[in-house]
């Protein structure tokens, strides 16, 4: 269900990027994102529009499907790795930059450190999907498990930035993160006009904020949702709390992308002043939504890639006749799980087909 409307470096950038607990005025906002847009400009793929007429029909709406499943890497996050690091003075990026994920921003951040031919080191559970602890060794990258050095991810990744003279470059709470993940939404408006409606799907929150100053800039009017898995709804709690809330453990979801605790500072100071809603879906609605477009629309999407969509199709937005934007924010997903999760509903004779 949808909530009501909202009420209304820690060191010099040398020691990396840090978190702002307050949101910039909106002509700054805006400005980083144009800036982002420009970095990122023939590096980032401008990832496809895709629409689906059967969609349509189903929700009786006009919906353009933004396909950062097909991004570098596989998900939106290389917007924002590469803008982080691009931004970094030259002499303090060739030291080299360290991050902690689990999963899609690891192999951002490995990638964008590898094209910038500089080392990286990335703090990731040793439960970390196979498909992005390979792919972000594959990068070149340095991995490192908290878990098994029985560190926190934040501790371990703050420890080897000092130890070893390494930027911190945050998964979403960051300027440079946030501006660089909304040329996501950015590009959708370019390419298909003014959206009524824009489905963002949330973890830490850089994702829907920096598409939130997107759709104000881009597409005045258009109301911003973000979705969350319903187990970890912290995003839509601090939402309706006006205050951050942390939950006590990391959410059991599938949607791994959104297994976090806490938004962060500078995501919902800006959520609070440009998002206009928050829902939730269960995990079953993602296992359905990721059949949908995996079987429909031919797009490998991951869960957490299908909470907009999910939202869409479970009910929890009815826009009749609107136009609504939904961003497919990553693909990363082993095809045995999905199999698995698929096989939850198929009968013995669709095996077989």
Known sequence: MT????????????????????????????????????RIAGVAHRTPVVTSRTLDREVGARVFLKAE?????????????????????????????????????????????????????????????????????????????????????????????RERGLTLVPPFDHPDIVAGQGTAALELIEDVGGLDHLLVPVGGGGLLSGCAVAAFHASPGCRVTGVEPAAGDDGGQSFRAGQRVTLAAPPDTIADGARTTSVGELPFAIMRRHVHAMTCVSDAALIEAMRFVWERIKLVVE???????????????????????????????????????????????????
């Open 3 to 38: 909530a009501p409307e909202s009420p209304g470096p820690a060191n010099a950038r040398d020691a990396g990027p840090a978190p702002a607990p307050v949101a910039p005025d909106d002509a700054t906002l805006v400005a980083n994102l144009l800036a982002a847009r420009a």
């Open 69 to 161: 499943c097909l991004q570098r890497m596989g998900a939106f996050k290389f917007r924002g790795a590469w803008n982080a690091v691009r931004s970094l003075p030259p002499a303090v990026r060739a030291r080299g930059v360290v991050t902690f994920s689990s999963g899609n921003h690891a192999q951002a951040v490995a990638l964008a450190a590898k094209l910038h031919g500089v080392p990286a080191v990335i703090v990731m559970p040793s439960t970390a999907p196979a498909p992005k602890l390979a792919a972000t060794r594959g990068y070149g990258a340095e991995v490192q498990f908290h878990d098994r050095l029985g560190e926190t991810r934040e501790g371990l990744a703050a420890r080897l930035a």
């Open 303 to 353: 869960p957490t890639g299908v909470l907009g969509l999910a939202a869409l199709r479970s009910g929890a937005l009815a826009a009749p006749g609107a136009r609504i934007g939904v961003i497919l924010s990553g693909g990363n997903v082993d095809p045995a799980q999905a199999r698995v999760w698929f096989g939850r509903r198929e009968s013995p004779d669709s095996a077989r087909r």
